[in-house]
Nanobody
Framework: QVQLVESGGGLVQPGRSLRLSCAAS????????MGWYRQAPGKQRELVAH???????KYADSVKGRFTISRDNAKNTLYLQMNSLQPEDTAVYYCNAAPLPPLRSDYWGQGTQVTVSS
C-alpha cells in the first residue's frame, strides 16, 4: 500500500507562483508513472502533467510553458511548479501514482486546493 500526501496549495493572485508537493510513503518512482491531476468545480478530473520512471514528461496543453513537474527520488517526493497562474487554474490538485505495468489500481492523494483570484 502506498500513501500520497499533497501539500502546497493555497490562495494566490493571478500571475503568481505556487509549488505543490506530493510525498509518497515509500520509494515507488521507478515503477510508477507519477502524475498531477486537477478537478475544477463542475468539471471532470483532468491530467495536468506526468513523469515516467525514465523521466519523460507530458503536460496538458493549457499548462505547457507554465508548469513543471519534477521529482526528488531521495525524498520520495513529486513536485509541480506552477508559474503565471491564472483563475482558470483554480481546482483541487491530486497526486496520482499509476503502476507499470497497469495490473493494479492507481493510488491517489487526498488533494490540495489551489485558488487563483485577485
Amino acid at each position: 500500500q502506498v500513501q500520497l500526501v499533497e501539500s502546497g496549495g493555497g490562495l494566490v493572485q493571478p500571475g503568481r507562483s505556487l509549488r505543490l508537493s506530493c510525498a509518497a510513503s515509500k520509494s515507488i518512482f521507478d515503477a510508477y508513472i507519477m502524475g498531477w491531476y486537477r478537478q475544477a468545480p463542475g468539471k471532470q478530473r483532468e491530467l495536468v502533467a506526468h513523469i515516467t520512471p525514465v523521466g519523460s514528461t507530458k503536460y496538458a496543453d493549457s499548462v505547457k510553458g507554465r508548469f513543471t513537474i519534477s521529482r526528488d527520488n531521495a525524498k520520495n517526493t513529486l513536485y509541480l511548479q506552477m508559474n503565471s497562474l491564472q483563475p482558470e487554474d483554480t481546482a483541487v490538485y491530486y497526486c496520482n501514482a499509476a503502476p507499470l505495468p497497469p495490473l493494479r489500481s492507481d493510488y491517489w492523494g487526498q488533494g490540495t486546493q489551489v485558488t487563483v483570484s485577485s
